[in-house]
């Protein structure tokens, strides 16, 4: 018997359920149970997605983590987790596709200005309004991973002119690549569209904040589906108000769910979604995690494992 632990925040055991059976396609003996049950005791692995940390103390025969997202913030944002304790997360093609769709979706509704057809139809209005070049838009990626370069790749597909920023120097075919200090400067101050895919980690945290936005040409468009923590949002608030920021499309936030007295409610100029940008799909990812089960219990390092250090 294979025992995993599982914890998925606002899933019912249903979730769980559908995850076994998945998994069980490749490891037949697995069995999963609630992190918080007694019997999560014997697991040797833990299938989390913002789970109660502490309780993983009492799992002594626990030998790693595994992620049920791309993002692992949600694990190593706590001091509870050993440093010596290997971290899994997803890296999901499908999750990259289905970013995608939503980036795709979030760029043409505003160059397009589909909420302003939305507005008109209600009002019986039938008339032509103005639209943005595609030819015109810079577009500017903070985040060129897993998800950022197959998001880049698509939009210069779609023959937008694409910029992309990540940490260490990358080559992407058609998309211009940046890294460092002088390379956020380079894009933050270029860009048309600014799209966040960014990890969240301590060398990222509040990087949008009134500084950055200032940096910013006047009537950008700002996306993040990266996380709530990359953005100061009073400041993104304050600078959508202004129009400095002309459109801003969110799916993560600081606090989520978002509060009902944020301010991003009442701003016409702001999109909301509730995380849903790319979801974790069982179908796809369920073999690389039953080999990264497999992997942590046979003492090899599976792929995927997070840099602790950098943290992402
Ligand atoms: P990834 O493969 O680890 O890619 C991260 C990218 O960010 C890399 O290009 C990395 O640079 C860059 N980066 C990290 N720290 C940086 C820094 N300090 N300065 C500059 N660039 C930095 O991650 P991923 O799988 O693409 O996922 C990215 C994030 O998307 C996840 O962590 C999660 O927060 C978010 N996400 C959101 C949803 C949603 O539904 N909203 C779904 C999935 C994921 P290098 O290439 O040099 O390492
Ligand atoms: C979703 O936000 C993920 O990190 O997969």
Redo the contacts with the bound molecule.
């Keep these: 018997m294979t025992t995993v632990a599982f914890f998925n925040k606002g899933t019912s055991i249903e979730t769980q359920k559908n995850w076994e059976k998945r998994l069980s396609l490749f490891i037949p003996s697995i069995k999963l149970v609630p992190l918080l049950s007694s019997e999560a005791k014997q697991a040797t692995t833990a299938l989390l997605w913002k789970a109660p940390l502490e309780k993983l103390s009492e799992l002594k025969s626990l030998k790693g983590l595994i992620s049920l ?5 949600h694990i190593l944002n706590s001091n509870l987790i050993p440093s010596n304790m290997p971290v899994i ?1 997803i ?1 999901d093609p499908y ?2 596709k ?2 995608s769709h ?1 980036v795709i979706l979030s760029v043409l509704n505003y160059i397009r200005d589909t909420s302003g057809y939305y507005n008109q139809q209600k009002e019986n209005i039938y008339k032509p309004r103005d639209e943005i070049n595609f030819l015109s838009v810079k577009i500017g990626i ?8 197959v998001v880049a790749q698509y939009l210069t597909l779609l023959g937008f002119d694409v910029s ?7 080559i992407i075919n058609g998309v211009k690549c940046f ?2 200090k002088d ?2 400067n380079e894009i933050i101050e270029s860009s048309d569209i600014h799209i966040c ?5 301590s ?2 945290i509040d ?1 949008f904040n009134s500084s950055t936005f200032k940096k910013m040409k006047q009537g950008v468009c700002f996306i993040n ?3 709530g923590e990359h953005v100061i949002e009073e400041d993104l608030s304050i600078h959508c108000k202004s129009g400095h920021i002309a459109h801003a499309i969110l ?2 936030y600081r606090s989520e769910p978002l509060p009902k007295n944020h301010s991003f409610w009442k701003l016409d100029n702001i999109t909301l979604w509730p ?6 799909n069982p179908n796809t990812a369920a073999e690389q995690i039953a080999n990264a089960i497999k992997c942590l219990n046979e003492n090899i390092i599976p792929p995927n494992i997070v840099n602790r250090d ?3």
């Design positions: 997202g791309q993002g692992v913030d997360r890296v999750m990259a289905s970013m939503w903070y985040g060129i991973g897993a998800i950022g370069s992309g920023w990540s940490r260490t120097k990358k890294e460092g390379g956020f895919l960014l990890p969240l980690t060398s990222t990087i589906a990266g996380r799916d993560v995380h849903v940008a790319a979801e974790t950098l943290g992402y």
